[in-house]
């Protein structure tokens, strides 16, 4: 069975600090790893990465791919309050190849 | 461009009851998908269209049909509510290729 896991599932940081959101995953076929930020509404784009762009960067967002250990990362930097958020990860692939999503990190950041 | 617009916004309904919930989207985008999001579960895929005239089941479709009216729109028939189809639901569209975008979401309550 496909699956997608993310760890951890919350978080809770205080301004400025730094922090790693992982994302490991079981899926066939796999043709593409995507993040997405969620604040109580739809999730919005972050990155996705394939077998061609393996790091994605984007001010202090960053990530990476590692299709050999089946895993990938985001990292923030210089956390601020509006990072708090449900930071999702998704891989496409599977029979159908459609995106399997995991079930999210909840992401606080204190003042 | 509008994006990808869902309507209605909220919606309560009682056991038993029918209801359709409209997606549409401005991008000329050709797949278009429904997803549930549940507390704890994550997205889940419901039904989806790889292009038009064509629609295929996703994970979750129990209790669901779908009708690609045209290239823009893409709704959910629920015919007879049942308490466990209390969630959000939302609409998405993608190019092949590239990442998906979701709407603003459609939150039902079935008492």
């Known amino acids: 069975e496909d699956k997608v896991v993310q760890s951890p599932l919350s978080l809770v940081v205080h301004e400025g600090d730094t922090v790693t959101l992982n994302c490991s995953y079981e899926v066939t076929n796999f043709r593409s790893l995507l993040w997405y930020k969620q604040e109580k509404k739809a999730p919005t784009f972050l990155f996705m990465l394939t077998s061609s762009g393996i790091e994605k960067k984007s001010g202090r967002l ?50 | 461009n509008a994006g990808v617009t869902q309507t209605p916004k909220f919606q309560v309904l009682k056991t038993g009851q029918s209801m359709t919930l409209q997606c ?13 999001q549940d507390p704890g579960m994550g997205l889940r895929l419901i039904y989806y269209s790889a292009s038009e005239g064509t629609t295929d089941k996703g994970e979750v479709p129990n209790g669901y049909n779908v009708s690609r009216l045209n290239k823009r729109e ?13 969630s959000v639901y939302f609409c998405a569209s993608r190019v092949e290729g590239y990442e998906q975008y979701f709407g603003p979401g459609t939150r039902l309550t079935v008492t």
């Not at chain 1, 159908?96 to 204190?110: A, E, M, P, R």
């Open chain 1, 62 to 111: 960053s990530s990476i791919l590692d299709k050999k250990e089946l895993f990938s990362i985001l990292n923030i930097t210089a956390t601020q309050t509006g990072d708090s958020a449900v930071y999702l990860c998704a891989v496409r692939g599977g029979s159908q190849g459609n995106l399997i999503f995991g079930k999210g990190t909840k992401l606080s950041v204190k003042p």
């Open chain 2, 24 to 36: 549409a989207q401005d991008m000329n985008h050709n797949s278009m998908y429904w997803y549930r």
């Open chain 2, 74 to 86: 893409f709704s959910l028939r629920l015919e007879s509510a049942a308490p466990s189809q209390t």
